[in-house]
């Protein structure tokens, strides 16, 4: 989820091979009905490009009048990007967007200095039995757009670019590559692309792009003669050609990356910053309660809970 519910994120297990930079294997975590693996931030690399948290969300199923609550929670020095491939989102945040997120779209949600949002599966969804399977991600901010207004975007699955060729089929979700740019307005050189292999299909990784990665979400895929299956991620050298061979069930992965940021990023809960001082403003700032009279605000039409600072 964007909601991290830990004051730290947590690191997965990694090992290192000879032909990729690092190979990094998540944690499962149960957040009570449905389960998260993080793969970023991970001990030997904090971030690939700008990414700098990573979840895959279940896959999950819930039978009828349960779903996912997520209550109002804040952000700052971040974008969150959510992601589906089965089930929905209802999004509402303190800017007073109320969107429903569906399979194949994106939300963009730019926090800058301080926005709220929640993230609860919607009352007409649970009326029946449904699933949730996503990948929810965070993009730290450049230093100088740390502090932007926040903002948020939402592009349908149609306006999003598609590349085909030769059994690969790939969904750009942000950013550019491949000669194609996603509409969602970013701030760094960026990639992030849903993409889907045939059996045997060969997927050369965008080589215009600093930091490059890879998460198998289903399937496998060969990298250099080694296998990797689902819930695995690689990150590769900087400027080495990589190709990637689908197994034989195909693959369904994630490549992500681009830019390098001028430096680490510090982490606490939901805030992310280049500064330990703005970050525990942020945290002063939630603490107090003084909603709209502040950093934070609540969304309009969710304002009866939210999740309190952890201690």
């Known amino acids: 989820m964007s909601w991290n519910p830990g004051i730290e994120p947590g690191c997965p297990d990694d090992i290192g091979m000879d032909s990729i930079e690092t190979v990094i294997v998540p944690r499962a975590r149960d957040l009570g009905g449905f389960e998260v693996r993080r793969a970023l931030p991970a001990p030997r690399r904090q971030m690939v490009g700008p990414f700098i948290f990573f979840d895959q969300m279940g896959p999950a199923e819930f039978i009828t009048g349960q779903g996912v609550d997520v209550r109002p929670h804040p952000h700052i020095g971040l974008g969150t990007v959510t992601y589906l491939y089965r089930g929905e989102f209802q ?13 194949g779209a994106v939300n963009w949600m730019v926090a800058g200095h301080g926005v709220t949002h929640s993230e609860r599966t919607s009352e007409q969804t649970r009326l029946e039995p449904h699933s949730l399977f996503g990948i929810q991600t965070w993009v730290a901010l450049p230093e100088d757009k740390e502090e932007v207004a926040p903002s948020f975007e939402h592009h349908g699955k149609a306006a999003l670019p598609i590349i085909e060729d030769g059994g690969v089929h790939m969904r750009l979700i942000l950013g550019s590559a491949y000669g194609e740019k996603a509409p969602a307005s970013v701030f760094s050189d960026i ?22 990665g890879l998460y198998v979400v289903d399937g496998s895929v060969s990298i250099a003669g080694q296998e990797f299956t689902e819930a695995q991620m690689m990150v590769f050298r900087p400027g080495d050609r990589i190709t990637v061979a689908a197994g034989t069930r195909g693959a369904r992965v994630v490549i992500l990356g681009g830019e390098t940021l001028n430096g680490p990023r510090y982490i606490w809960w939901n805030f ?28 309009p039409d969710d304002r009866s809970e939210f999740i309190p600072l952890p201690s």
């Open 191 to 212: 990639f992030y692309g849903d993409v889907t292999l045939q059996p045997g299909a060969l997927l050369p990784l965008p080589d215009d792009h600093e930091d490059r």
């Open 91 to 103: 999004h509402r945040d303190s800017l007073g967007t109320n969107q429903l997120i569906l399979p």
């Open 272 to 299: 992310v910053s280049s500064s330990k001082e703005r970050i525990e403003e942020a945290k002063a700032q939630w603490h107090q309660e003084k909603w709209g009279g502040g950093l934070f605000d609540l969304p």
